[in-house]
């Protein structure tokens, strides 16, 4: 079973930030995809955003 959403603590382990560092970007990502603080971030926004490719992200959080 796969997951669709990322959460600070995926964010933390991709970036290497520190957990509130994670926390800020989600909800910088967040407010400029105009979600509002309970509706989810997708592993595909967040790619989107960074720039960077799922296929990197989806091993370090899907295992």
Same mark, same amino acid.
């Given at each position: 079973?796969?997951?669709?959403?990322?959460?600070?603590?995926?964010?933390?382990?991709?970036?290497?930030?520190?957990?509130r560092?994670?926390?800020?970007?989600?909800?910088? *990502? &967040?407010? +400029?995809?105009?979600?509002?603080?309970?509706?989810?971030?997708?592993?595909?926004?967040?790619?989107?955003y960074?720039? *960077? &490719?799922? +296929?990197?992200?989806?091993?370090?959080?899907l295992?």
């Amino acid at each position: 079973m796969q997951r669709v959403c990322i959460y600070p603590k995926d964010v933390q382990l991709i970036t290497g930030k520190s957990y509130r560092q994670s926390v800020r970007l989600v909800r910088k *990502i &967040k407010e +400029e995809l105009n979600k509002s603080t309970n509706e989810f971030l997708t592993i595909d926004e967040f790619c989107a955003y960074a720039g *960077i &490719k799922y +296929e990197q992200v989806s091993h370090l959080i899907l295992g």
